[in-house]
């Protein structure tokens, strides 16, 4: 008895040391956390690569349409998701929305189909409920103000070093921060 609790005791310690081997193997974001950023920012970077504002406004709209219908995520919710993101960055809306709510393209639960304005969809597959988030005017008008120096740093690098990343980094952060009701709109469709 006491050598299979032995063997249990070393082969969970196994298991642990390589779960955290395979953590140190991804790959590493741009991303410098602040003691101001909610818990979640540091996992969506972790997943798109780096803060930006889209990933971020997309995390946010996921996180409130999944509570909008009640469901855990992952498994239990079909998103569709509407908007001119057929490119960056407009598209790394998708990515946040990915990691907000758990739903994927290659879970087939998450769909994108190009569009005029920003809508998502979203369904508890469980319960039926459903709802409609779309981003406010005043958050879109917000978005398009201009972005300041475009220019890369004087050695060439073009992500965590300019100041444009770090007025992209900024704007990120206060989406992040922003009241809900500032930035979406939710409704229920009969």
Known sequence: M???????CVGGFAGVCLAEDAVE??????????????????????????????MV??????????????AKGYFDVEIKCEGPMAKPP??????????STGATMGKRNLEWVDGKKIVV?????ETGKTAVAQPT?????????????????????????????????????K???????EILTVRYPK
């Open 137 to 173: 005017d005043a958050f879109l008008e917000m978005l398009r103000q201009p972005t300041g120096d475009t220019k890369a740093t004087s050695d060439g690098r073009k992500r965590g070093q300019s100041r444009n990343d770090r007025h992209f980094d900024d704007l990120a952060r």
């Open 90 to 99: 407009a598209s790394c809306f998708l990515d946040g929305l990915q990691v």
């Open 25 to 54: 193997k991804l790959p590493r974001p741009h991303y410098r956390p602040q003691e101001s950023d909610p818990g979640w920012l540091k996992n969506a970077a972790q997943f798109h690569g780096h803060l930006g504002p889209m």
């Open 175 to 181: 989406i992040a921060a922003m009241p809900e009701k």
């Open 121 to 125: 969809y979203v369904k508890n597959t």
């Open 2 to 8: 006491l050598r299979l609790f032995l063997m249990f």
């Open 57 to 70: 406004f997309g995390a946010r709209m996921g996180m409130a349409a999944l509570h909008a219908v009640g």
